[in-house]
């Protein structure tokens, strides 16, 4: 059975930092190209960051390029987020996204961890 | 910046056919792919590369594209059909995803 397992969300002041985890089982994540995907209270889904199986290639939204950070270890089976200089309108659940088979989109999808900027 | 474009909302009776579109001018050079998202729930891929159905997914769910407009199409639409519905596409570097704003599907 696939899963996609997040953590490291929380409560977080505007300025702080915080550092998401996805933890794959199931499929082959080292030939996965990987996301990250948010979506803020009653809002739509917004794309935020991909990197590709190997970690060669990396692409951001606007929005977060410059303060977050993408990143992948395939020996220990993990995605990362590394989340900087982070603002009230980051609020929302990040999701983790995979896809397994290149050109079938977003196929296996996280349950999503909350990140609340707060003071 | 790119954008996909649904109708904020749409509504249909069970055993009906619902009709989700989703346009944009990149659209006849990239691939469209859809999702479903029910309430509290993440989202599950219905339809890539604009009519490819994942193993899984009801054979009541299709795709189709036309120039700028793709669809997603519901026949004899269920109860538990009603979903938020987003469509996605790179755009046209491919150097990042796009999701349309979402449509909400009420099932009458």
């Known amino acids: 059975e696939v899963q996609l397992v997040e953590s490291g969300g929380g409560l977080v002041q505007p300025g702080g930092s915080l550092r998401l985890s996805c933890k794959p089982s199931?499929?082959?994540?080292?030939?996965?190209?990987m996301n990250w995907v948010r979506q803020a209270a009653g809002k739509g889904l917004e794309w935020i960051s991909y990197?590709?199986?190997?970690?060669?290639?990396?692409f951001y939204a606007d929005s977060v390029r410059g303060r977050f950070t993408i990143s992948r270890d395939n020996t220990q089976n993990s995605l990362f987020l590394q989340m900087d200089s982070l603002r009230a309108e980051d609020t929302a659940i990040y999701y983790c996204?995979?896809?397994?088979?290149?050109?079938?989109?977003?196929?296996?999808w996280g349950q999503g961890t909350l990140v609340t900027v707060s003071s | 910046s790119y954008e996909l474009t649904q109708p904020p909302s749409v509504s249909v009776s069970p055993g009906q056919t619902a009709r989700i579109t989703c346009s944009a001018d990149?659209?006849?050079?990239?691939?469209a792919y859809w999702y479903q998202q029910k309430a509290g729930q993440a989202p599950v891929l219905v339809i890539y590369k604009d009519s490819e159905r994942p193993s899984g997914i009801p054979e009541r769910f299709s795709g189709s594209s036309s120039g700028t407009t793709v669809t997603l199409t519901i026949s004899g639409v269920q109860a538990e059909d009603e979903a938020d519905y987003y469509c996605q596409s790179p755009d046209s570097s491919s150097s990042y995803w796009v999701f349309g704003g979402g449509t909400k599907l009420t099932v009458l």
């Open positions: 990197i590709s199986h190997s970690g060669g290639a990396i």
């Open positions: 199931g499929f082959t994540f080292s030939n996965s190209q």
């Open positions: 990149a659209l006849p050079k990239q691939y």
């Open positions: 996204a995979a896809t397994t088979v290149p050109g079938k989109g977003f196929d296996y």
